[in-house]
């Protein structure tokens, strides 16, 4: 009952936290200019990202900036994060890439009702300037490295 949901809440938190700071500080990496050329650039082939290509990526990067980040969260709650939990946050997960590639700002989304969350827009900005805006949930780490754009 309410037990289970505040853990589900807790642990999807926990996990989207963890992610995100994964995720800002793999992704930074990897617009370093000696390893955007042979890895990233792949994703950055679409300029306005559409859904699809929230996924789309070199498989270097698949692993690095998308399964690690994700698995972190995870990985430190060990046991203790139960299997549907588990399958509820990767569902979280993809679902917030695919809204952030969307290219459209969905007021119903419910990533925009979490304090400091990007948007569709923000992640727009990133793929047509190719700067800032490494985050995935959060602008916190953005914020804080002064690579909000």
């Known amino acids: 009952g309410d037990v289970y949901k505040r853990q589900v809440s807790t642990q999807s ?6 992610e995100d700071f994964g995720f800002y500080w793999l992704h930074r990496l990897l617009h370093h200019k000696r390893l955007y050329p042979y890895i990233h650039k792949i994703h950055h082939e679409y300029n306005e990202p559409v859904s699809v290509s929230s996924e789309y990526a070199h498989p270097l990067e698949f ?21 549907s939990t588990l399958i509820m946050w990767l569902i979280i997960r993809v679902f917030e890439t695919v809204d952030g590639h969307s290219g459209y700002e969905f007021s119903w989304s419910p990533f925009r009702l979490l304090p400091l969350s990007g948007s569709a827009n923000y992640h727009s900005y990133h793929h047509t300037h190719n700067i800032g805006n490494y985050g995935s949930f959060f602008t916190i780490w953005d914020t804080l490295m002064n690579t909000n754009k």
């Open 63 to 83: 692993i690095l900036a998308n399964m690690i980040p994700t698995s972190i969260g995870p990985k430190l709650l060990g046991s203790s994060m139960h299997i």
């Open 13 to 18: 938190t926990w996990g989207m936290i963890c």
